[in-house]
């Protein structure tokens, strides 16, 4: 006789308890003081001396951006999108932040690497919308 055959073993539940938009929002508002108070005392105390102090900065910068986008893009939605055509989550608001902030992240260590131009800006553009729009069309 199997163990997973045992019905005398009482099952587990597991409830899993979602976080209210509210509450989510309010998160990501006080991660982006934090994230941005990182970035400024970060940049101000570590010269730029080495290839981990760049990616450090650039990890920084991206969780700032990311934090700070996700409830202006949560407002957005909310207020000028049609509920019929897309519902607004936080969610998706934290996916389309996290997109344009890797977006510019991008574009930053482009411009670093002194390889930037405004061609790779557009391309890279349309691909991040291309993804967004796959990404919303899957739903």
Not at 28 to 50: E, Q
Request: net charge positive; proline share 6%.
């Amino acid at each position: 006789m199997s163990i997973m055959n045992n019905p005398t073993k009482p099952k587990i539940q597991v409830v899993q308890r979602r976080i209210p938009n509210r509450t989510a929002l309010y998160i990501l508002m006080l991660l982006a003081l934090l994230a941005w108070a990182a970035v400024l005392l970060y940049t101000r105390f570590v010269p730029p001396d080495n290839v981990l102090s760049f990616v450090t900065f650039f990890v920084l910068f991206g969780v700032a951006l990311t934090c700070t986008l996700s409830p202006l893009a949560y407002f957005i939605g909310r207020r000028f999108v049609p509920l019929r055509l897309y519902r607004p989550t936080v969610r998706k608001a934290l996916r389309q932040s996290a997109l344009l902030s890797l977006w510019v992240v991008f574009n930053l260590l482009l411009r670093a690497l002194h390889s930037w131009s405004i061609f790779t800006m557009i391309i890279s553009l349309g691909i991040v919308g291309v993804v967004e729009f796959l990404l919303l069309a899957r739903n």
